[in-house]
């Protein structure tokens, strides 16, 4: 189901009533303000961090009701002078959180070991209920997410031992959550094979394609037929869990009986069987040249959020070829940091700004833990990148 959010708000042109005005008169389209939204992923509710605001093994529940609570704040700041999209000016409303999925944390056996259903129950207290942000129109802001490869693996099984053997909470909630099926889908009921998240929205003259993963050749069969209503001018963001250059161990087994197995070690959370050979050490170069044509037929991508690395970055993709060039993203994880793993002081999500009328989108990074023993302290801002999304790679 492809669901769209329309910003563009008709106003008619107002005259003074003579003799003279003709009833003709052309309708002004005005413009729709600027859009902020705050990015993030990899929540992996169902684990400890080492340390946090002078606590050890801190579960995720408490780190992320914490992040949840900076989030808050945001409204009342002001933007850094930069030079980027609504530099200097008070943020006041927030139109849009995007969450880049691993709600839950794999259910891999161990001494902490959470459901699915538990993390889900974790989640929604802090995201869906605990944000206090409001968009342009005083309205709670939208909330719109993707899966992650611990979601799907924990419906679906994995290699190790988990305890439950599967749990599809965290898949079934998100799909209701984005997708809002008549008939509600529940652990049993949902069909991972039936089931996909991959849906679109128009978001003040950009359209953003939220997809299941990352865009394998199941999935570019979706975004070619979504892309087929978008004007070739109209800007595409893609926001997925995996990073363009996506790991190999993702893909489906292309061994034997294509299971998931301890020997083989594939995931099996993407469709397509890889095809770079028989081990999941090897880059999945075949697959990641098939994006790359993907991108060269629809050069209105300009964006690409992600999470899975779980290190906040700005950079671009070029391809395996080094033949394409996609500006890309990726959020931090307030539990598995590359960096904010070890030093909390570096715990960040992303804050965007999208000027609709230049359709220049400033990303900003976000410390909102820079004084762990003030939890009070403001939001710190960090690097900062402008894509022009006008700008063809």
């Known amino acids: 189901m492809k669901m769209k959010v329309a910003y563009f708000l008709p106003l008619l042109a107002v005259a003074a009533i003579s003799g003279c005005k003709k009833n003709d008169d052309p309708v002004k389209e005005e ?7 705050v990015f993030t992923s990899d929540a992996h509710y169902g684990i400890t961090r080492p340390a946090f605001r002078g606590g050890a093994n801190v579960d995720a529940h408490t780190v ?34 995007i969450e880049a999925g691993d709600i839950a944390n794999r259910m891999e056996v161990s001494a902490n070991v959470q459901t699915a259903a538990v993390s889900w129950t974790q989640f929604k207290a802090d995201y869906l209920t605990s944000l206090t942000l409001k968009n342009q129109q005083n309205q709670p802001a939208g909330f719109l997410m993707v899966p992650g490869n611990h979601d799907v693996s924990n419906t679906i099984g994995y290699y190790a031992k988990m305890q439950p053997l599967t749990d599809a909470s965290s898949m079934a909630e998100i799909y209701n959550l984005m997708l809002k099926p008549s008939l509600l889908r529940t652990p049993i009921s949902y069909s991972y094979n039936g089931d996909r998240i991959n849906y679109s929205r128009d978001i003040a003259g950009v359209h953003f394609c939220f997809i299941q993963m990352w865009p394998d050749s199941a999935v570019r069969i979706w975004l070619n037929k979504d892309l087929q209503n ?42 397509e069987h890889f095809k770079d050979g028989t081990s999941a050490s090897v880059a999945g170069v075949i697959e990641q040249r098939a994006f790359a044509a993907f991108l060269k037929q629809h050069t209105n991508i300009r964006l690409y959020l992600h999470g899975h690395v779980h290190e906040s ?7 395996p070829d080094n033949d394409v060039s996609l500006a890309a993203a990726s959020a931090d994880s307030p539990m598995k940091g590359l960096v904010s793993a070890a030093d909390e ?31 009070a302290t403001p939001v710190q801002w960090g690097k900062t990148i402008t894509v022009d999304l006008k700008k063809k790679g």
């Open 31 to 37: 413009t729709p303000s600027t859009i902020q939204f």
């Open 64 to 97: 992320n009701a914490a992040m949840v609570a900076s989030m808050n704040t945001l409204p009342a700041l002001t933007l850094p002078s930069d030079g980027g999209v609504n530099a200097g000016k008070k943020i006041g409303s927030v139109d849009y959180v």
């Open 230 to 271: 978008v004007k070739t001018e109209t800007p595409v963001v893609i926001v997925a869990h995996d990073q363009p250059a996506v790991v190999s161990n993702h893909f489906t087994n292309p061994n034997g009986d294509h299971g998931i197995n301890n020997t083989d070690k594939f995931d099996n959370v993407l469709d």
């Open 313 to 319: 970055k700005f950079y671009t993709w070029t391809g």
């Open 345 to 375: 002081t570096k715990l960040t999500y992303l804050f965007a700004a999208l000027d609709p009328a230049t359709m220049q989108l400033t990303l900003r990074e976000c410390y909102w833990n820079s004084v762990p023993g003030t939890p």
